[in-house]
């Protein structure tokens, strides 16, 4: 007897119910779309841009972190970077991460000294100086 029942309870006859099935996957597609896919692809055309852009004369990061002045562009794929004075060496041009700064395309142009030190105001006479615990607890003024 109850058997037969299950038996006569069928499915149901129509194909709404596979939409409404197939309507969370299509969510789940369109919101990875949105938070993953496409952020990865603007990062990617952006990496991209700043590599076809890249000149002798700007300082740049490598993947290992390391700041080097591009001293030369070998060809579409290769640079040489002089990481010290006198020290250059070839790199791809895919394992740069960052520019640092743009450098003017002069040949000949170096960074100078100076302009890597940061720039401090200079030291305050002896008679304006305050002492961190003079000036906490009320010293000389």
Do not use: C, H
Request: proline content about 5%.
């Amino acid at each position: 007897m109850f058997i037969s029942q299950a038996w006569a309870q069928g499915t149901g006859g129509g194909g709404g119910d596979f939409l409404v099935q197939l309507f969370p996957l299509i969510l789940i597609f369109v919101v990875f779309y949105f938070l993953l896919i496409r952020p990865q692809q603007a990062k990617m055309k952006a990496q991209r841009e700043m590599l076809a852009g890249v000149k002798r004369g700007d300082r740049v990061v490598t993947g290992g972190g390391i700041i080097g002045l591009v001293t030369k562009v070998i060809s579409d794929n290769e640079l040489q970077v002089e990481l010290a004075e006198g020290v250059r060496v070839r790199i791809v041009k895919q394992t740069i991460t960052d520019i640092v700064t743009r450098g003017e395309s002069v040949r000949g142009a170096k960074d100078s000294e100076d302009d890597e030190k940061p720039m401090l105001p200079p030291p305050a006479p002896a008679a304006e100086r305050k002492s961190l615990l003079g000036s906490l607890f009320g010293g000389k003024k």
